[in-house]
């Protein structure tokens, strides 16, 4: 049965701009990761193969927020969009994020 929430939090990926995001990772004007916990999930992982290589996020709610991994494929640029931080550009290669680091760099 299709769970609209639990599909929201669950799902991040989406190849075109018409596609709804699928674990964290959308397409709004340029591709990104936006990784919505709730409703009990607390980390969720997720890949797809792209025509420019691997996109993956890897994501969990920490004692302080937020920790996710993330694979930008080669050629590509993404928007991060984590909880309470500002967006941020990622290039190729992979990523180690942590919102705490995030928010107390930007204060």
């Not at 969720?44 to 991994?69: Q, V």
């Amino acid at each position: 049965m299709f769970d609209g929430a639990r599909s929201r939090i669950l799902n991040a990926f989406s190849p075109d701009e018409s596609a709804l995001t699928v674990s964290g990772i959308a397409r709004r004007t340029g591709p990104s990761f936006r990784p919505r916990p709730g409703g009990g999930i607390t980390w969720a992982r997720t890949r797809h193969e792209t025509p420019y290589g691997t996109a993956a996020l890897d994501w969990e709610l920490t004692a302080d927020g937020m920790a996710a991994r993330a694979t930008v494929p080669e050629g590509r640029t993404v928007t991060a969009e984590l909880p309470v931080c500002t967006p941020l550009a990622l290039e190729p290669g992979e990523h180690l994020l942590d919102t705490a680091d995030i928010t107390s760099r930007a204060a």
